[in-house]
């Protein structure tokens, strides 16, 4: 295994850790029949730190291996390598009340609310469910006050309007809403969201993150935003974690990240985002970005996992993994040959 990108250094993040990751692994064995390969690597040695009132964005796109990191911090998958840590203590494959207590600390909201919700209760039945599995133990009047409280937080009015409906009869982004009062009736100090906006109408995504937004700052959740988008990721994110199979490569301030990006796949993924004004094909296209060029694959690679699709490509990146290097002094991180000290006394042979 790789060594991955070290956390943040604590003055930079001021806070200590809610939830935190060390060297988080995850390969899954195959058999011979699924595209010849024996084992995939998923997630190879990510570090992050998830604070209280802040939001960390894990970017990337299909198959680099983000969805299977908020799984994995989730417990709903055991990881191959690596440990999680929450509130400083080990988190160890649980049980019964031991892991109702991680699951309600740590909520995963999905991507599809139409799929997260049970369509044959209603909004009120779900909710209270949630409550009274989470050691809630008060009475019927009690509870009702309760639901209204959540439907309010997450801006449903009036809740007696949501309450007694099944899922089919709201719209998507009311959906969504109501997924984020249940993950908020566990009382979680973190949220894993797993592109929470990537399946609602472009005009109701921005709704839902400054919904987010206001619940970070109220409610100090430390949140894991996953998302492919990296211009959602600048918007709301403190820190951005770009990924590329399985692999940290770039980390940092958001800001710093987007503005001056170092890695050519954070590159890439920055000329991706849609530009009116940017005609024909773009790079990221060009370089397959997109088409499952960034999907984990067969074990034990060698080099930079980038080599094959970068423009920048020298002899050196098929052949040895890029180690660590500073960007800046604000914690901007990369891993990539081209930022360091050895490049430039290499010459730069262009492979493709
Ligand atoms: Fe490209 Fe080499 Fe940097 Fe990888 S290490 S991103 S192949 S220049």
Redesign the pocket.
């Known amino acids: 295994m790789n060594a991955g990108i070290d956390v943040l250094p604590m003055s930079k993040t001021i806070k200590k850790p809610v939830l935190e990751a060390t060297g988080l692994g995850k390969t899954f064995n195959l058999s011979r029949a699924v595209g010849g390969q024996r084992r995939v690597v998923a997630v190879d040695a990510v570090n992050l730190a998830l604070c209280a009132g802040s939001t960390v964005a894990l970017v990337g796109e299909s198959g680099s291996g983000k969805s299977t990191v908020a799984r994995l911090l989730a417990q709903l998958l055991p990881a191959s390598a690596g440990v999680v840590r929450l509130h400083g203590e080990p988190v160890h494959p649980r049980t019964g009340r031991q892991r109702r207590r991680y699951v309600g600390e740590v909520q995963l909201l999905l991507q599809d609310p139409f799929a997260s919700l049970n369509p044959v209760h209603t909004i009120r039945y779900q909710l209270t469910r949630v409550l009274r599995l989470h050691g809630n133990r008060s009475g019927r009047q009690r509870v009702e006050e309760q639901l209204e409280e959540l439907l309010s937080t997450v801006q449903l009015h009036p809740a007696s309007q949501f309450l007694d409906k099944y899922p089919h009869e709201l719209s998507g982004g009311q959906l969504q809403r109501i997924a984020i009062a249940r993950t908020l009736a566990a009382s979680p100090s973190v949220l894993l969201l797993d592109e929470p906006v990537s399946m609602l109408d472009v005009s109701i995504r921005l709704g839902i993150l400054n919904l987010l937004a206001t619940l970070k700052q109220q409610q100090e959740l430390a949140i894991l935003y996953i998302t492919h988008d990296i211009a959602s990721a600048r918007y709301f994110a403190d820190e951005i974690l770009v990924m590329y199979r399985g692999h940290v490569?770039e980390q940092g301030p958001s800001e710093s990240v987007t503005q001056h990006p170092t890695?050519?796949?954070t590159q890439l993924l920055i000329e991706s985002a849609p530009d009116p004004a940017r005609r024909g094909r773009n790079a990221a296209e060009v370089a397959g970005i997109g088409q499952g060029g960034g999907a984990a694959s067969a074990a034990t690679p060698t080099?930079?996992?980038?080599?094959r699709?970068?423009?920048?490509?020298?002899p050196?990146?098929?052949t040895e993994m890029?180690a660590v290097s500073a960007v800046d002094t604000e914690g901007h991180e990369v891993?990539?040959?081209?930022?360091t000290p050895e490049?430039a006394n290499q010459r730069r042979v262009p492979l493709h």
């Not at 080099?303 to 080599?307: E, I, K, T």
């Not at 699709?309 to 020298?314: K, L």
């Not at 891993?335 to 930022?339: G, K, T, V, Y």
């Open positions: 490569v890695h050519p796949y080099g930079c996992p980038f080599a699709r970068c423009p920048y490509a020298m050196v990146c098929s890029p891993r990539c040959w081209l930022n490049s």
